[in-house]
């Protein structure tokens, strides 16, 4: 079945304690994307990745981080958490952001709550 | 000013009942446009995409693009209760590769 995962799917943290939420998808998508869904504001982007080895900034990207070793995976890091990171997280992923329009596949998503 | 204004209900109908939703925008480089449907707990998958301005239809879905207005629709006819979703309209320009911006979402309740 054509999916993207992410793991864990709800987490309770402090701030300050490194986390890493993993995201990988199975379709062979070069591109892929973290966005944060909060109330009022919709989905905004964290960051982004066109290819292995190349990602690049959203529009909210402070605190965060992401690398992408394998085109399957790109995961999100956040070294040092705090409570105004707290948000519901989709990873997802499209085969190019070239092409006219630009179908995204979303994860389940994350709850992070910080404490 | 956001790029694009979605207003977030909740919006609650009767079953049967005709269902509009709507999004205006500002940037007028937009071409796509699209609507997404997340149910709770899940994430968003999408339902329609419409090039330019123009209607399309799909099943009991129709959106509608108004360049001229900057304003975009997704209307439901003879909704159900399994309508009862947030639905999140999104846009993309190719000028800056095609990012696409979401509206916040309109929640809908579609109630038996």
Redesign the interface.
């Known amino acids: 079945e054509a999916q993207?995962t992410q793991n864990p799917r709800y987490l309770i943290t402090v701030t300050g304690k490194k986390l890493t939420v993993t995201c990988s998808q199975n379709m062979n998508h070069e591109y892929m994307s973290w966005?944060r869904q909060d109330?009022?504001?919709?989905?905004?982007?964290i960051y982004y990745s066109m290819n292995v080895e190349v990602t690049d900034k959203g529009d909210v990207p402070e605190g965060y981080k992401v690398s992408r070793k394998e085109k399957r995976n790109f995961p999100l890091i956040l070294e040092s958490p705090s409570p105004n990171q707290t948000s519901l997280y989709?990873c997802?992923s499209s085969a190019t952001?070239?092409?006219?329009?630009?179908?995204?596949f979303?994860?389940?998503?994350t709850r992070l709550t910080v404490l | 000013q956001k790029e694009?204004e979605?207003d977030?209900g909740p919006l609650s109908v009767p079953e049967g009942a005709i269902v509009s939703l709507n999004c205006t925008y500002s940037n007028s480089a937009f071409q796509?446009f699209?609507w997404y449907r997340q149910y709770s707990?899940?994430?968003?998958?999408?339902l329609m995409?419409t090039?330019s301005s123009g209607n399309k239809e799909d099943g009991r879905f129709t959106a509608q693009v108004d360049k001229s207005s900057k304003y975009i629709s997704l209307f439901i006819r003879d909704s159900q209760p399994s309508d009862s979703a947030t639905y999140?309209c999104a846009m993309?320009a190719k000028t800056g590769?095609?990012?696409?911006i979401?509206?916040?979402?309109t929640r809908l309740f579609v109630k038996a």
């Open positions: 993207v966005y109330p009022g504001l919709g989905l905004r982007q989709f997802a952001l070239t092409s006219s329009y630009n179908e995204q979303f994860g389940p998503g | 694009v979605q977030p796509y699209m707990r899940k994430g968003p998958e999408l995409y090039y999140l993309s590769g095609f990012k696409t979401f509206g916040a979402g």
